[in-house]
């Protein structure tokens, strides 16, 4: 008998709440227990009236349903200047909702066309979900397997990185529904069973820390006033403050952005860095200026205001820090508004790399955004002793952005087994260990500096030397597992 409150806009309504629901597992609320169910509830819903259309329009709803919630922070940055840019913050969370939902969508009509559609609804969203993280330059920011941060499950991300987490979510969740009562069991020991194993590893001791101190500035500068001209003096106040104050630390840590000048136009601000830490290294977030192009750096300076090292942030925002085509616009037809290399916008760094700092040992710089991208932390040939992260997350705004953000750099630690020390302008600022740990943290929203040290790095985990390899190759055999026997009637 047909289900009525199943067709129609009835369902798309249900599909847009359960995709809602499965965003609960997401930073801040963690709601992994919600997410579960939820998504069982989709797959339920995707395998009644079967038909691509159908399904394509279900998996639209709840995709658009899930980053409707997931990703409302994408609002805050039309919020900083209301007046001006408010009126685009609806039409951003419609689009990227709707736009991200599209590959649920053919998830669902992928699973929809071929037999056992439950085993290929996990197995094609899976897939389209890593593809997520790769086309057009790539936006990995709220994938399914996020639920299990800060839980032992995630230590699964060692071996299998954050595809194996989502490959789990979807297992755990689609089996009740293939095998019923049996697929409930399963999908209850194979959970327990990867929780267990990630307890056990985390009950595991690490290496001592590192002997050298650490001194991680947060200035909380607010987005909204942070490049007015009559603070830019506060704000740099604020930061030589903090760094001044105590013993002098080994290494001192901006975060980005963090100087509201540009040593090429003030090179006493270099001074007066330096002055601040007696002489010792301070990596501070600076922009930069090279023959017309501008690049957001990290800027490591000692001594007498000598720049040692440097990293320019390689995968850059697209439509915040640079326009897409933007240079070739300039190129075919002269228009500078969005031309990188007319100074318009940002250009990016050469791509990731490992600086030697000497006894403070070799470290990966990553720029803000830059910590969503397991692959490209991943595809770096040296092996760093630890990673830094500088950011500025006054743009997520209060709520979830920058929790999401934190928690995706806490899964990177975990997928290299190297600790990992994150500086924000607002927060969060804190230090995580090589098993995806907060093992100091500043309070959020607060002008403060922690003196911290650096956890004791891990082996190469299978994830840093294998990549994505692994969980492919099971998706693949997933994908043929659903053409061995026919869907029955």
């Known amino acids: 008998m047909t289900d009525l409150w199943l067709v129609g806009w009835r369902r798309l309504v249900l599909a847009f709440g359960l995709g809602a629901v499965v965003a609960l597992g997401q930073a801040p609320l963690g709601f992994w227990w919600a997410t579960i169910p939820a998504l069982g509830g989709l797959i339920w819903l995707l395998g009644r009236h079967q038909g691509l259309k159908p399904a394509f329009w279900t998996g639209l709803a709840a995709g658009s349903g899930y980053f409707a919630l997931a990703l409302s922070w ?6 900083v200047d209301i007046t001006r840019h408010g009126w685009m913050a609806p039409f951003a969370l419609v689009g990227l909702s709707v736009g991200l939902g599209l590959f649920w969508a053919v998830a669902a009509a992928l699973a929809a066309a071929l037999p056992r559609p439950a085993l290929a609804f996990v197995a094609s969203f899976v897939a389209l979900e890593w593809l997520r993280g790769v086309i057009l330059t790539g936006f990995p920011w709220a994938m399914i397997g996020h639920v299990w941060i800060g839980t032992p499950v995630d230590q699964l991300a060692a071996v299998l990185g954050p595809s194996g987490l989502s490959l789990l979510t979807l297992l755990v ?109 301070v990596a501070a977030g600076i922009q930069r200026e090279e023959a017309g192009r501008f690049y957001n750096s ?81 595809a770096v040939t040296t092996r760093a002793d630890w990673m830094l992260q500088i950011t500025n997350d ?55 500096a922690l003196d911290t040290k650096v956890p004791g790095a891990l082996p190469p985990t299978p994830y840093s030397r294998w990549g994505d390899g692994p969980v492919l190759l099971l998706l693949a055999a997933l994908g043929l597992a659903t053409f061995l026997r026919r869907r029955t009637a």
């Open 74 to 79: 994408i609002v805050e940055p039309f919020l």
């Open 173 to 281: 969740a689609a089996l009740p529904i293939v095998g019923r009562v049996r697929g409930a069991l399963a999908a209850t020991v194979l959970l327990v069973a990867v929780a267990g194993l990630g307890q056990w590893r985390l009950s595991q001791p690490l290496p001592a820390p590192r002997d050298q101190t650490l001194r991680l500035v947060q200035p909380n500068a607010e987005q909204a006033l942070k490049w007015d001209d009559a603070l830019a003096e506060d704000f740099l106040d604020r930061l030589l403050t903090l760094t001044a104050d105590g013993t002098p630390a080994d290494l001192t840590i901006w975060p980005e952005t963090a100087v509201p000048y540009m040593l090429e136009y003030a090179p006493d601000v270099a001074d007066m860095i330096v002055a601040a830490s007696d002489g010792k290294p």
């Open 298 to 378: 990290l800027r490591v300076l000692e001594g007498t205001g000598v720049e040692t090292a440097r990293y320019d942030k390689a995968h850059l925002v697209p439509f915040g820090e640079y326009m897409p085509f933007g240079d070739l616009a300039y190129d075919w037809f002269g228009i500078q508004a969005f031309a990188a290399q007319a100074g318009a916008t940002y250009s990016a760094g050469p791509g990731p790399d490992v600086l030697d700092l000497g006894t403070l040992g070799k470290v990966l710089p990553l720029i803000c955004y830059e910590v969503i991208f397991p692959r490209e932390v991943n």
């Open 394 to 448: 006054a743009w997520f705004g209060i709520r979830t952005g920058p929790f999401q953000h934190f928690a995706q750099a806490r899964l990177r630690a975990i997928e290299q087994g190297l600790p990992l020390v994150r500086v924000a302008n607002t927060g969060i600022t804190a230090v995580i260990d090589a098993r995806g740990r907060v093992t100091d943290q500043l309070p959020f929203g607060v002008m403060a």
